[in-house]
């Protein structure tokens, strides 16, 4: 008989340190009005000294385990979507693993840039379909912090850190209705980290020229993610085999509110039909869209049954979106 996956739990963890708009003026040449127009980005959080990707990824997955109907034990796979892991080896998903105690769970980290949680979750719907694997845990997790340059202000305002988690399971009713992927290298230094790889490797070349920090050509990402996000909506919409009238949310990956009013005008979706928390935690990558719909959970804008869209684009180029009956 055929199964159906489905969400089955959410959760999330941002750190407690908030660095306001009016904080990063005291340190570049940059303003409030500048930022708040320019991207809608009002705050971000900021990790301690002693925080990392997999502290902030075992919290979210904790609560979003704590939120759902099994306990650690019954997760047998863990993906962790960050471009921010705790180091190249081992993996921040191994990391998890031995922190929440999770263990008959295989591990492993996937690297999709802000496209991440959205391409864990189709690799996740496909195990669960097929059989081999029963309850998957998602993680979005990012450090963002640690790799922006504080001297790069076009760049620097942009980014927070945050972690967010969803279980992947058999559900009876609704689940993910369709999900799609894609990528296009030819754009893989519109937005990119050079060093730290095996390209060009850590030392003091690449810390003197600042090239283990985000560099982005923003004009580029932003005319390729205003085209793509209602695009890719729309894809998952007739995969799924619905039409826009049908979609009751949506939850795109917040990373500049003009792409994301621009994508909701397309879609003629009204704004109360779109989440938007990125005025409080700027752009946190793979973690953005795990931690808007669980807060949007929380908040009681999605309940059991609503038909979401989930959104995203990112580094690479990478793109992701899909259309989620929720089940909880
Ligand atoms: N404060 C003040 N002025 C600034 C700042 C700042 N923080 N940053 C740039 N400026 C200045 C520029 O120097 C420029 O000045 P000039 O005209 O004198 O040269 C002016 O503002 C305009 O700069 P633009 O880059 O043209 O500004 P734009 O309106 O395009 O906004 C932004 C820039 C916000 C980066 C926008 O292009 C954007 O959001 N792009 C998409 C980025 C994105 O989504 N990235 C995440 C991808 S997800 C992932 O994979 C991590």
Redesign the pocket.
Known sequence: MDIKAGIIGVGSYVPKNVITNSDLEKI????DE??KT??GISERRIVSELEATSDMASKAALNAISNSKINVNDIDMIIVAT?TPDSPLPSTACIVQEKIGATNAIAFDLAA??SGFLYAMNIAKRFVESKMYNNILLIGAETLSSVVNYDD???????GDGAGAAIISKVEEGGILSIINGADGTGKDY?KIPAGGSRIKAGEYSIKNKLHS?K?S??D??KF?VRKMSEESVKAIEKAKLSLEDIDFLIP?Q??I??IESSAKRLGLKKDKVYVNLTRYG?M?SASIPVAMDEAFREGKIKKGDKIVLVG???GLTWGSSVVQWSI
Do not use: E, K, Q, Y
């Open positions: 570049m040449d940059t303003s500048w930022i320019r991207t471009v840039a802000c202000r076009s760049t620097a305002v942009l980014f937005l985000i982005m923003g004009n990402v932003f993610a990956h990373a500049n003009r792409i752009n990558s684009f990112g580094g």
